[in-house]
């Protein structure tokens, strides 16, 4: 019943290379809306110069089409949209601007972002 | 251009509904070591008054060959075991208990747990 302490690597070593992840959500009424991968769709649209949704989508590294679909998810699980849409502008391709709601959630996502900057 | 105000939700509404989720795990270098749900197990087993895994991996409500793997994947991992077993005791098939790196790995994320219980 020996617990073979010759084989064991030094356990003070081990405990310096321990550390921790942490991730973190929006949601609405108990279903995941924005995480940091989605928030950061908002944030590149708010940016945006121009209000080009295509522009914002390359910004954050995401094709159009998977941009527009974070923004149909997120209009779906909350029921409303979290951008306004229009044609015309400086792109010729429509423009795109968050909302009340779009600017309200990217908002509290930013705030819980500030909240365990410190972990 | 317009924005269909007329078929838009109460936003004031659909702000109250806004909350948010969060997961912790300890890492290893990078790497996951310890979920909620294996760190459950370790407190299964440090609360096992018998010492057997049978009876701890059942008061988590898992099965004894899933929590077998945890403590094997753990060991992967970290490169040292976190619990050290025997044979005998009440049970009959063999006692674990943690040792000093389960101990300290179950203390680690006991207290992150505190740290975000505020949250």
Do not use: H
């Amino acid at each position: 019943m020996e617990n073979k302490p010759n084989t064991e690597p030094n356990i003070e070593e081990l405990k310096s290379k321990i550390g921790f992840g942490i991730k973190y959500w929006l949601k609405f009424e108990n279903e995941s809306i924005l995480g940091s991968g989605w928030a950061k769709l908002l944030e590149c649209i708010e940016k945006s110069e121009n209000g080009s949704l295509t522009q914002a989508a390359k910004d954050c590294g995401y094709s159009y089409k998977y941009a527009w679909n974070i923004l149909k998810r997120i209009e779906k699980r909350t029921g409303m949209n979290p951008v306004i849409t229009g044609k015309g502008g400086s792109g010729g391709g429509g423009w795109v601007k968050l909302n009340e709601w779009g600017k309200f959630l990217l908002k509290k996502f930013i705030g819980l972002r500030k909240k365990f900057a410190d972990f």
